[in-house]
């Protein structure tokens, strides 16, 4: 039999009864013959718990000792859970990220992982135990502990699965898989059987929030089966996520929103070979990301470039253009923190022209402005008054679904 | 200038204004031109905290776990004061066990040090930085975290001292020194300005509580200059704990008392050769540390064995004499756990006859009868009923020190 990787969140280890409650998945694998790797986090709010206290101390920790303090929090899962199997009679062992070691580089609170050294788990695997990884951290090359940012145990889990060659990861959540949209805010959304790593990237970026990001990017480049299924339902099917999706598969995918973005608009740019280079030069050499960008003509000599960046970057971006005004030959910038991004997914969209016009029907007919539009082959974004989001994403949602 | 090694227990860092209480004794040092290494223990109750959520889970914890569990307290208290030195302007590094490393043998959860690398912190000493390191930890040769039992932080501090062959080692502490007894049950206590490894050695085994035994034996054999002081006084002169004192020294340094004992005898053993090295090798095999023996004659033909054990041993010990009461020709095993062991001790009692005297004398004023007596060149113990130990202490402690 094969290797299997399962990750289990915060809210699924978030106390002993919880931690008995995932022993039943890991060990239903384990008597299929399977070999199993189990990635786990911090319980519930362990790591918030730290953060409160270092705030307490300071502002602005120091990046390497908030990587040391941070990573308490894995380290305390997965000793509790080798013992937890254990007491049920299963040999286990757990390894924090230094002991395999998960090699990163040494970008505190964000790094990245490099290697992951697979002795240590293969031996204990063939010894016919279960290994416990510690997700969300790892040890740079002159043995300072690091943590892959927030979300980091995905990455943790499908990064081993890639480096064990695991069938498949699983990763165990508190909703039963991907969805259309958001169930908080739209009812009867539909629960994806499957979606392609291109699809969840794009709804990880907005907001969806289902599987960290990175994880995606993994799983993509190495081809890593995930599973997204529930901690808490024991039949759970799930969403995989893979290369391609059935023939039959919807065109859309999924509609999602953003609130934390501010759109930021340069405006009187001179409209000069070389302008927009120029802007998107120096905030990218200030490693700010920018999404959705849109330019528009304006006057014959001059033109406006309006892009939307992260609320946490808002202040970051206007500082630098604003330095920089006269350089960039702008008049003035402007700014709107009212607006959220509504974007609808799917790798059918590019093959079906129907679609951008459902979306900006749907918007009129409940008499929603829209602030700006962006499309991609995958992709189309359309920024809306804050107020009127949750309308907005129920109109284009029901559009398409209902 | 030298190396000084400060070692913080865990109520002097109990939280963020306790941290930076330290602060200032660190600051202190540093500032007069030393290289400052820093030993803390886990902030408080945290490792309390984190033992009585492995109760939940097991009463059985498998030791390696353990141990990966319980060293997450001093990795969160070094990572949190190194951010405080560095609030306030300090350039300080944090180490875990590990990152050092501090290399222990495998006896999980007592843990005996092997060896500590030292380059990591002469370079960042050289370099001008305080270090921190987290006490009560280490790692065994398989990579796996060991802990050196309770107290062990104390260790921790004087070994490093040893190893950095440091000026001297600090404890600070709660109280601000050794006292010739326990402040909670005596008044007129005297704080000791000296005293020797020997006597700090059985004071701490006699439940003084102030060093641990194994930090004072490494402290005797590397020679380590040990202060033990207050954390919360700010010119603390406190004990220092030395090879040899002074001329003009008490004969009598302190005294102690033991409620945690059992008095175990074994009856009418045969009065062979041979028959009391048998009952001391059985225990010893069976890993039982034997306190204050006393052997009686007795009848001509038979003789009784008497010794103190540990009340968490009791059971165990009472379990392997009784399977062996034929095999060791004894009749009977009797013992009593309703007494307490007051002990008196001081490098001038063997050239002092008059001490025992005096012992005797104190408890023959307070009608207090005793069940048992054992001297040594340093020590003389005597059992007393739990119900008048209190009173013999004072008793005793008066009778030297009024």
Chains 1, 2 share one sequence.
Not at 8 to 31: P, Q, W
Not at 145 to 171: F, P, Q
Not at 198 to 223: F, P, Q, T, W
Not at 264 to 292: A, C, H, P, Q, W
């Amino acid at each position: 039999m094969g290797i299997i990787v399962q990750k289990f969140g915060g809210s699924s280890v978030a106390d002993t009864e919880k931690l008995y409650n995932i022993c039943k998945h890991i060990i239903k694998e384990y008597n299929k013959g399977e070999k199993v790797v189990v990635v786990v986090s911090a319980q519930g709010k362990t790591t918030d718990r730290l953060i409160t206290e270092e705030k307490e101390i300071t502002e602005n920790p120091n990046p390497r000792e908030h990587d040391c303090l941070v990573s308490v929090g894995e380290q305390i899962t997965i000793s509790k859970l080798a013992m937890c199997l254990k007491e049920k009679g299963y040999n286990a062992i757990s390894y924090t990220g230094w002991q395999l070691p998960i090699i990163t580089d040494s970008v505190y609170g964000g790094a990245r992982i490099k290697y992951i050294e697979t002795e240590k788990i293969n031996k204990q695997l063939e010894m016919g135990n279960i290994v416990i990884v510690a997700g969300f951290q790892g040890i740079n090359e002159i043995g300072d502990i690091t943590t892959l940012g927030r979300g980091g145990s995905d990455t943790t889990a499908v990064a081993l699965a890639a480096a064990l060659k695991a069938d498949r990861c699983d990763i165990y959540t508190d909703v039963d898989g991907v969805y259309s949209s958001d169930p908080r805010i739209i009812e009867n959304v539909t629960k994806l059987d499957s979606i392609t790593y291109d699809e969840m990237l794009e709804l990880a970026s907005l907001g969806a929030k289902v599987l960290h990001n990175r994880c995606v990017e993994i799983g993509k480049n190495y081809e890593v089966p995930i599973n997204v299924k529930s901690t808490f339902e024991n039949n759970s099917i799930g969403t995989r996520v893979l290369n391609h999706k059935d023939l039959e598969a919807l065109y859309v995918t999924g509609v999602a929103k953003d609130d934390n973005i501010t759109r930021v608009t340069l405006i009187g740019l001179e409209n000069k070979i070389g302008r927009t280079y120029k802007v998107f030069k120096l905030l990218s050499d200030n490693k700010i990301n920018v999404d959705t960008i849109v330019q528009s003509a304006g006057e014959h000599t001059v033109k406006n470039i309006s892009f939307t960046v992260k609320n946490t970057e808002t202040k970051k971006v206007l500082k630098i253009l604003n330095e920089n005004l006269i350089e960039l030959g702008a008049k003035e910038i402007i700014h709107c923190d009212e607006l959220s991004k509504i974007s609808i997914v799917g790798v059918g969209i590019v093959n079906n022209p129907g679609v951008a016009s459902k979306v900006f029907e749907a918007l009129y007919e409940n008499n929603i402005n829209m602030h700006m539009v962006s499309t991609s082959e995958i992709k189309i974004s359309v920024l809306v008054n804050k107020k009127e989001a949750n309308l907005a994403l129920k109109a284009i949602h029901d559009k398409f679904y209902l």
